[in-house]
Antibody, heavy 117, light 106 residues
């Protein structure tokens, strides 16, 4: 199970931190990802981090502004979002993946991020 | 970047067969995963690695992948299958989703 927290309304240029807490599985075994969805639109991959935290990738649209991190002791994965823009507004989901060839088989419930003045 | 193309919408009569395509360059060489998403909820995996059905997913869901097209088939569509469906592949360190297909059960 993945339970998300964080999110809310912020002004452009501000920052926000999302968190995703895992339970019921071996957290360090899994890659963890963030995927976002503008309401009424499709899914967009944001970032991922390997189980041991040694490999991280970002979508070009967030590179340099967002940072993904994990704490395997606490079973959490975070997304620190800085310099937020209006077009970052979306529902953000965390998801787990066993290997890069595997699917997202468990998702968080989603949390809304609204960037508006 | 790698692009996946899905039809915007598909309509199917109750108990009939719906097919949802996902087009991509040589997609047959990749593993394709499919998700169902209902309003306000997180996506749910319905097919992975082209044609494998996760535990708990009805047998009416099936998948195939060859050449430049992957396909999700719902054989005997039910009212509860009305949802958005997304295909997904991994391409050179990037996760790519199709634009999504809205399935309407008539």
């Amino acid at each position: 199970q993945l339970v998300q927290s964080g999110g809310g309304l912020v002004a452009p240029g501000e920052q926000l931190r999302l968190s995703c807490t895992a339970s019921g599985f071996s957290f360090p075994t899994y890659w963890m990802h963030w995927v976002r969805q503008v309401p009424g639109k499709g899914l967009q991959w944001v970032a991922r981090i390997r189980g041991d935290g040694t490999a991280i990738e970002y979508a070009d649209s967030v590179k340099g502004r967002f940072t993904i991190s994990r704490d395997n002791a606490k079973k959490t994965v975070d997304l620190q979002m800085k310099s937020l823009r209006v077009d970052d507004s979306a529902v953000y989901f965390c998801g787990r993946m066993l290997t890069p060839q595997d699917p997202f088989d468990v998702w968080g419930q989603g949390t809304m991020v609204t960037v508006a003045s | 970047s790698y692009d996946l193309t899905q039809p915007v919408s598909v309509s199917v009569a109750l108990s009939q067969t719906a097919t949802i395509s996902c087009g991509g360059n040589n997609i047959g060489e990749k593993h394709v995963h499919w998700y169902q998403q209902k309003p306000g909820l997180a996506p749910v995996l319905v097919i992975y690695k082209d044609s494998i059905r996760p535990s708990g997913i009805p047998e009416r869901f099936s998948g195939s992948n060859s050449g430049n097209t992957a396909t999700l088939t719902i054989t005997g569509a039910q009212d509860e299958d009305e949802a958005d469906y997304y295909c997904h592949v991994w391409d050179t360190a990037t996760e790519v989703f199709g634009g999504g297909t809205k399935v309407t059960v008539l």
